[in-house]
């Protein structure tokens, strides 16, 4: 089945202890990106890749960092996790031949203490 | 600020009726789309429109674009209680289109 996975789905942690949210598409896209959502914000773009070892800042980048070092698999870092940092992260990907449609993984909900 | 922003926020009707949802966005784009999501689930793309087209269907929806008021709408005809769900308009705007920026949404409640 074609899908973007997301582990964790539900996290809780403390002020400062580094985590990864993995992000895992089975379609062979080229694009992939990350989202938190919040309330009365939407979702914002954290950072975005357009292949392998190629990834940019999308609008909210601080706190996170990323890497893209096989096609399928584009984890999200947060070195030094803060209470902000808390919200509803979300994984997506699209497919080579352009950067339209965007298949949305479940989502990773994730409480910084 | 966000590219695209949706009104209203919230919208309640009952089944059957047609529901109407607006995007306004505030730079030139190469396409605009809207996503449903799902109460806690991933996003799901439901329709594309490209910046050259004017008006786009698929199913129960309709997609207007107006580029001159840089504005859209997405109509749910004879809506149905399984089309609760927030749904965002996703504007793609940039030389290479690689950026997608959302708006918050408009939460639409259908009434059995």
């Known amino acids: 089945e074609a899908q973007v996975t997301q582990n964790p789905r539900y996290l809780i942690t403390v002020t400062g202890k580094k985590l990864t949210v993995t992000c895992s598409q089975n379609?062979?896209?080229?694009?992939m990106s990350w989202y938190r959502q919040d309330p009365g914000l939407g979702l914002r773009q954290i950072y975005y890749?357009?292949?392998?070892?190629?990834?940019d800042k999308g609008d909210v980048p601080e706190g996170y960092k990323v890497s893209r070092k096989e096609k399928r698999n584009f984890p999200l870092i947060l070195e030094s996790p803060s209470p902000n940092q808390t919200s509803l992260y979300f994984c997506?990907?699209?497919?080579?031949?352009?950067?339209?449609?965007?298949?949305f993984g479940p989502g990773t909900r994730l409480t910084v203490l | 600020s966000q590219q695209g922003e949706e009104d209203p926020q919230a919208l309640s009707i009952q089944e059957g009726e047609n529901a109407t949802m607006n995007c306004s966005y505030k730079?030139?784009?190469?396409?605009l789309q809207w996503y449903r999501q799902n109460s806690g689930r991933g996003l799901v793309h439901l329709i594309l429109?490209?910046?050259?087209?004017r008006e786009k269907h698929s199913g129960r929806l309709r997609v207007t674009l107006d580029t001159s008021k840089k504005s859209s709408s997405l109509l749910i005809t004879a809506s149905r209680a399984a089309d609760t769900a927030s749904y965002f308009c996703?504007?793609?705007?940039?030389?290479?289109?690689?950026?997608?920026?959302f708006g918050e949404g408009t939460q639409l409640t259908v009434n059995p």
């Open positions: 429109i490209r910046s050259n087209e």
């Open positions: 997506a990907s699209s497919p080579p031949q352009s950067y339209n449609e965007q298949f």
């Open positions: 890749s357009m292949n392998v070892e190629v990834t």
């Open positions: 730079t030139s784009i190469n396409n």
């Open positions: 996703a504007t793609r705007f940039g030389t290479s289109g690689s950026r997608l920026t």
């Open positions: 379609m062979n896209h080229e694009y």
